[in-house]
Structures are given as C-alpha cells and as structure tokens.
C-alpha cells in the first residue's frame, strides 16, 4: 500500500491506495486519515453495475458530512474504475477541503498506486 501525505488548506491528510497491477478488477483500498487524528470515521464498500452504484456502509459515523463526503468519493471512484473499491475517510475534513482533496485521491489511483 502505498502511502502520502497531502496537504488541502490548512490541514494535512495521509492518503493511502492499494490497487492491483496483475488484475484490474480486484478491489481498490482508499483511506484518507487526517494527520493526527486517532479515530475510524466512516468506511464504505462500492460496487457498480451497468447503470447503478451499490454501497454498504462497513463503519459508519453520526457525522452526515463525512459519511456523504465518503459515499460520493466511493461513487466517483467505482464509475471511473468500473471494479469495486473500499473507501475510509476519518477526521475533520470541510466542504471546501473535500473538492480538492478528492481530486488529490484520483491522482494518486490514476498514477498507478499498485500493490
């Protein structure tokens, strides 16, 4: 798994993806942690079929924005890739630092963050 650091606005988050080389179709592994922070936020499974997006969620949290921000990081992801996708988020992450953040997260997966 490969890991790294990002930093949106004024806080850092470690951003972590595994993705398979050999067969693209085995899951991909996101969890995006603030630094510093101890707890498990929100942690979804994704699964997509021709027009729909199936989730379920592995670890909820009573925090709405995070579990939305969470679930919509999940549908973007299991879209592009067309494979299903484990999807953590945890710590203090605001709407305004999820647009760019999310965007740091399809980078690392689209340059090859292979297991």
């Known amino acids: ?17 595994q993705r398979s080389s ?20 929100c942690y ?16 909820g ?11 919509n990081l999940g549908r973007v992801l299991v879209k592009r890739y067309h494979c299903p996708l484990y999807v953590s988020l945890s710590g203090g992450i605001s709407m305004y630092d999820y647009g760019e953040l999310s965007r740091a997260v399809v980078e690392k997966v689209d340059n090859g963050c292979y297991a």
């Not at 798994?1 to 972590?16: C, I, L, N, Q, R």
């Not at 979804?44 to 670890?59: F, G, H, P």
């Open 61 to 71: 949290l009573e925090n709405g924005d995070l579990h939305d921000f969470t679930a």
């Open 1 to 17: 798994m490969k890991t790294d650091t990002v930093s949106v606005g004024e806080h850092d988050y470690t951003v972590a993806v």
């Open 22 to 41: 050999d067969n693209k179709k085995a899951p991909i592994l996101v969890y995006v942690n603030q630094v510093g922070n101890e707890s498990l936020g």
């Open 44 to 59: 979804i499974y994704s699964i997509a079929s021709v027009r729909e997006c199936y989730q379920s969620v592995l670890q």
